[in-house]
């Protein structure tokens, strides 16, 4: 009987994950339409005559869709109400590695005179992969909670050393 509801715990885990993961998906790619507009008006119309115009046009419009689907995903696909500050600086932590790295690797390849949307396209794969791994294990996972059963034992167990040491 306890194998039983081990297996159905695990079932549903593996059902939320999955479904944790369309959704991200879902909202992944809205954010997705927010970055490549703004990268396309930036890119084409506003950012035409400096240097580097992918690195700045990359870094904007990340801004902007990283804003978009934080949102959206602690709200509906992790549920998460906990302390938003710090859901905040872990994501900022995970953008503190791949911005830089992202607009290193863009600007090299736009430097190679690869097309600026291949380059964004690779880079947002690149980027939606890993940012859900972080999302889900680190940002919003949950917290392990001890079944009420192991807590109460331990409070006995606690009970019974305290009564034990005043006798």
Request: proline letters at 2%; aromatic letters at 16%; glycine letters at 2%.
């Amino acid at each position: 009987m306890e194998q039983t509801t081990q297996e159905n715990k695990h079932k549903e885990e593996k059902n939320k994950t999955i479904w944790q993961a369309v959704k991200f998906t879902l909202f992944s790619i809205s954010a997705g339409v927010v970055q490549v507009l703004s990268f396309t008006v930036l890119n084409e119309w506003i950012i035409r005559d400096i240097g580097q115009k992918y690195g700045w046009s990359y870094f904007i419009s990340l801004i902007l869709s990283v804003l978009w689907n934080f949102t959206f995903n602690r709200k509906f696909t992790f549920k998460s109400a906990n302390n938003i500050p710090i859901a905040m600086l872990e994501v900022l932590a995970y953008y503190a590695v791949f911005t830089p790295l992202s607009i290193w690797w863009g600007v090299a390849l736009e430097s190679a005179h690869w097309n600026e949307y291949i380059i964004l396209g690779l880079t947002m794969i690149v980027n939606f992969i890993t940012e859900f791994l972080w999302s889900k294990y680190v940002v919003f996972r949950e917290k392990k909670v001890e079944p009420e059963n192991k807590v109460e034992s331990k409070e006995e167990t606690n009970s019974q050393q305290n009564l034990q040491s005043e006798n």
